[in-house]
């Protein structure tokens, strides 16, 4: 190399690469003595109109309503009724006891993945509470609580599951990939975090024809490494998008722990202050606490103040999917450990604090839920299950490509009914 | 160069024996993806290698496709040899740019002043109730690319010396793994029981190291009625099919697309002077149809029937009607039927 006006460096110690690790690993005995526990009082309220650069301590810092004696604090309390409060906690309930009969199904071998939300119930289900029924929701896989929320039928639901004959998506998607426009719900992708900038371009549609409607979406804090997400901020911020931005934080993308996001640096919330936008970092299982922070961002986004992306610190209780093992890379007690406790005793202990819930109660919703899904199973699985017959006109198969389907396709389609004749025998009708 | 010992193996052991080896030998050589370090992999073929490799030659990566490709693309300017895993086909398209216009284009652009030796290695292809994103196989957008090598192995013997062979590449390559037989052959028959690959020869594989030279076909079955070329799960459908039916085909395992034993398929078309082309992929610009035009190409004198194509539909990959897509036994047979029809 030829001298040149540049600093030497061989003089010093050698460079190392940092790999992230997470604390806790299978044996482990997990402590989260360490992650802040802000004084459920303490977070102050910015105006809905406030500059993203006058509040970005809300990135840092953590929106909480309930105390962990169940009693509602603070300026962020949204002072809910009872009734209302009821019903988030019976959504909530809804929610896990369908997640817990349709994992169930699946290691019955009635179809072939599934996904909970065990513990990341209030980040939908609360969420989906605080803004419009007309707004539009671009959820990621895990926001099953959205449509529960808008009482979209569970048998809908269990018929996508199961691919069934009453599965309105024709067997076509992967279980839990569901899609309903009339509630608001965007058709779920099986990609990582390419709804987001699909939320910023439905905001901007709204925006630009006048209309009072917001977008919002959802991913978890490991999409948020995709450039999907990083794009969808970039026109949010550029055009003011009426678009409210949920980063799910459940710690873990399968067996990749946060800090494989960045999260060993510093906060989701606070990919905000890079572009400009409102940011809030708020305790996930507190449903309280994002209705709170929801109805703020919604609130902001419908007076022309725009976005504002939302951290849910929360926990992710059980495995990614019906495909994973979470004992091969993460210590067994995590869940129990982790300092915030779960959205749904938490809300059941707040109702009971107000006079307003008791255990007996309780006890008899989550009887009555559980038999309300297993009722509903019944039905859906009357319509069939996956793997135990066909149940679509093969035809299907070839609709929908296009809207009018050309000659190639229905060239093919007849190549595929003469398969089916040869297969089947020519009598045969979806079973 | 083969080694004494052989041990039986499935696929997924054979790809992360060949890792293992290469990590091995070869100080530079670098795996990296989502969920490949600890955990080892969603389908294992990373297992064990992080503890015996350490953290930072096998480790696990944001979850970000076009990150992944060009972190490796700058580590390979840096002279490192990564072999990065996308975790599906599927999800690869993000990472498209950096593939196409960046890794593909590096030696050509920069004149040989820089290179771009990795292996991004990623699971393709249906059969396992995927749906329209788990399940796709996107190996012509590979072929597609000037200057990207596309390999896909179809048994365990042959996966892990072609891997060895990619990661020795100086040229990127994508190393395409079709997932339906990490476990065992499948014959098409999806009602069947699966059949484990200690009952297959190819489960028979070396410890040590040893390497199958990119762009070589292999024959699978010599025969004389027709040349069929295939590659990957549909391999086995193929032979499976041409066994019942007692047809004396010649069935070519093409092994690496590009580049390609064009040597190999025109001596077998000359002699038996029909061709069967078989693929999952989606049928319009697949791969099947660069091989067709090769075909007449070279061996149009000698043809004695039109070359057909099996292929997956032109429709996303459906999931319950996942049976109903696959180019299964039915539609080979009658294709077969029709090219020996005089």
Known sequence: MPESDSRPASNLPPLSLHIPEPRYRPGDTPDFGDIAVPAVDATPRPSEDTKPDAMRDMCYGLVRVLDFDGVAKGLWDPKLSAERLRAMLRYMMLTRAFDERMFRAQRQGKTSFYMKCTGEEATSVASTMAIDRSDMCFPSYRQQGILITRDYPLIQMMNQIYSNRGDHLLGRQ??????????????????????????????????????????????????????????????????????????????????????????????????????????????????????????????????????TLIEHFTYRSEGHSTSDDPSAYRAADEATAWPFGDPIARLKQHLEVLGEWDDERHQAQARELEDLVKTTQKQSEKLGVLGHGMHQPFETMFEDVFEDMPWHLKEQCDQMLAEQEAKFGPNWKPE | MMSADTKTMNMIEAINSAMDIMLERDPNTVVMGEDVGYFGGVFRATAGLQKKHGKTRVFDTPINECGII??????????????????????????????????????????????????????????????????????????????????????????????????????????????????????????????????????????????????????????????????????????????????????????????????????????????????????????GAELAALVQERCFYHLEAPVERVTGFDTPYPHSLEWAYFPGPVRIATALDKILKD
Not at chain 1, 212 to 228: K, L, N, Q, Y
Not at chain 1, 269 to 278: L, M, P, Q, S
Not at chain 2, 83 to 88: G, S
Not at chain 2, 138 to 144: A, L, V
């Open chain 1, 174 to 307: 992967l279980p839990i990939m569901y899609s309903a426009p009339e509630h608001g719900f965007f058709s779920v992708s099986g990609n990582l975090a390419t709804q987001y900038p699909q939320a910023v371009g439905w905001a901007m549609a709204s925006a630009s024809k006048g209309d009072t409607r917001i977008a919002t979406v959802w991913c978890g804090e490991g999409s948020s490494a995709e450039g999907d997400f990083h794009s969808a901020l970039t026109f949010a911020t550029v055009y003011n998008a009426p678009v409210i931005f949920n980063v799910v934080n459940n710690q873990w993308a399968i067996s990749s722990f946060s800090g494989f996001a960045g999260g060993e640096r510093t906060t989701f919330a606070a990919r905000a202050v890079g572009y400009g936008i409102a940011g809030l970092r708020v305790d996930g299982n507190d449903p309280l606490a994002v209705y709170a922070a929801t109805q703020w961002a919604a609130d902001r986004a419908r007076t022309n103040n725009g976005p």
């Open chain 2, 70 to 287: 060009g972190v490796a693309v700058g580590m390979g300017a840096y002279g490192l040899r990564p072999v990065p895993e996308i975790q599906f086909a599927d999800y690869i398209y993000p990472g498209l740019d950096q593939l196409v216009s960046e890794a593909a284009r590096l030696r050509y652009r920069s004149a040989n002043d820089f290179i771009c030796p990795m292996t991004v290695r990623t699971p393709f292809g249906g059969g396992i109730f995927g749906g329209q994103t788990h399940s796709q196989s996107p190996e012509s957008i590979m072929t597609h690319i000037c200057g990207v090598k596309t390999v896909i192995p179809s048994n365990p013997y042959d996966a892990k010396g072609l891997l060895i062979a990619a990661i020795e590449d100086n040229d990127p390559v994508v190393f395409l793994e079709p997932k339906r037989i990490y476990n065992g052959p499948f014959s098409g028959y999806y009602d069947r029981p699966v059949e484990p690959w200690s009952r297959h020869e190819a489960s028979a594989v070396p410890e040590g190291y040893y390497r199958i030279d990119l762009g070589k076909a292999a024959t699978v079955r010599a025969g004389e009625a027709v040349t069929v070329l295939a590659y990957g799960t549909m391999v086995h459908v193929a032979k499976t099919v041409v066994e019942e039916r007692g047809i004396d085909a010649e069935i070519l395992d093409l092994r690496t697309l590009l580049p390609l034993d064009i040597d190999a398929i025109e001596a077998s078309v000359k002699k038996t002077g029909r061709c069967l082309i078989i693929h999952e992929a989606t049928r319009t610009s697949g791969f």
